[in-house]
């Protein structure tokens, strides 16, 4: 059976996530975890706050915002997020300061949320940066590229890894793009640096990433003044590079996109920003066995988002929340804070029915009478499905 490709959009919790881009989202079970960010009020960048986290309830459809505690994360945006047993781990972002190498963790699921600042025990933290990506593989997260901050002395022309962007620099300071390789073992709280075989990608910041078994991908991104269309596999268990050559009809070059696996062999890009700066609002389907991109039918074409993220859900949905509708080189205002979900598989029938009744109950008389007749676990999740569906005003905060 072909993919489909089908969507929803929720506006109308009462309470609503402010506007962002640049954030962390990951879900965990039904649950969506938002933290940090950036928007523009009065063309003045803003940081979210940093010591709040918002939860969205993709079941229900309804938002939740709990105060965080602990050694709290400064604010910024750029920041690598992942999710690791039930942790969102961050490293990286930039703050009021510039680029950073921290790295904090909080648990998710005890309704604590107490951040905890790591200092590794083993090995050293890379230099400075943001708009990098990671993989998660064997509890460790496996970092990739990034714009930041080297030493005059750890920068060497001869040096593939590191590009310095020549329109930033401070006496022995350097700023630029890599393409370096470095892993966080959540277990030991360790840092290293694989020794990586093959034609690694070219440096790169603001691409996308997302793992497939023991491979992690890499697609676009932008170095200097190109943003690029290509995309790379590294196999975690031999450490090879080696690019994907599509067979088909390629996405153009874009940086700020998300890419995310919605199955064991297809990669779902959505958005970004183009070569000639514009926002994008495509969405294509890699299969990566076959090497073929696809692009497809979405209802979101009116919907442009770069800078957002992109999260695996439930039945292989990707959720997309946030980001920006215009070109944040040139005017930055454009910060959304709507969650669009796309369906990329078939849904099971038991979905299909769920929906069917939650969409329908509150006008159809039978259906209303025999509600109460479904066997309490089903009923629960119906009425969960009935508050995601519910007509309801939009309140933002």
């Known amino acids: 059976m072909q993919p489909v490709m089908a969507s929803s959009e929720r506006l109308c919790s009462e309470l609503v996530a402010r506007e962002r881009s640049g954030h962390t989202a990951v879900v965990e079970g039904n649950l969506l975890y938002v933290w940090g960010g950036y928007m523009s009020i009065a063309a003045e960048e803003v940081f979210l706050p940093n010591d709040e986290i918002w939860v969205y309830d993709l079941e229900r459809g309804a938002w939740e915002v709990f105060h965080m505690s602990g050694e709290v994360p400064p604010s910024m945006s750029g920041t690598c997020g992942c999710s690791v047993n039930g942790y969102l781990y961050i490293f990286g972002g930039c703050d009021d300061n510039g680029q950073t190498n921290e790295i904090y963790c909080v648990n998710l699921t005890d309704g604590k949320y107490m951040w905890r600042k790591l200092m590794h025990e083993v090995g050293s933290a890379p230099s400075p940066r943001d708009k990098l990506s990671c993989w998660v593989y064997n509890e460790r997260i496996i970092y990739f590229g990034g714009y930041g901050r080297k030493q005059l002395t750890y920068v060497d022309s001869r040096n593939r890894s590191f590009i310095v962007d020549e329109a930033s620099w401070m006496e022995d300071v350097f700023w630029g793009w890599n393409n370096e390789v470095h892993i966080f073992d959540t277990m030991k709280a360790s840092w290293s640096e694989p020794q990586t075989n093959g034609r690694a990608p070219a440096p790169r910041a603001a691409h996308a990433s997302a793992t497939i078994s023991c491979r992690g991908y890499i697609c676009g991104g932008r170095v200097m003044e190109t943003r690029t269309s290509d995309i790379h596999c590294l196999d975690f268990q031999t450490w090879t590079w080696s690019e994907i050559i599509p067979a088909s009809t390629s996405p153009v070059g874009r940086s700020w996109h998300t890419l995310t696996a919605v199955s064991d062999g297809a990669l779902f890009l ?66 959304c804070n709507d969650a669009l979900v796309f369906q990329t598989q078939p849904y099971p029938l038991f979905r299909i029915c ?44």
């Open 270 to 335: 959505f958005g970004g920003l183009s070569v000639d700066c514009k926002p994008m609002s495509d969405g294509w389907l890699l299969d990566v066995e076959t090497k073929k991109w696809r692009e497809v039918e979405h209802p979101f074409k009116n919907k442009p988002r770069l800078w957002h993220t992109g999260s695996p859900g439930k039945d292989n949905d990707v959720i997309v929340f946030g980001g920006s509708c215009d070109s944040i080189l040139l005017v930055d205002t454009g910060h």
């Open 354 to 397: 769920e929906d069917y009744i939650a969409m329908n109950v509150r006008n159809h008389e039978t259906l209303r009478y025999q509600l109460p007749l479904l066997p309490p676990k089903l009923l629960t999740a119906v009425q969960a499905r009935m508050s995601f569906y519910r007509p309801s005003k939009k309140q933002r905060y």
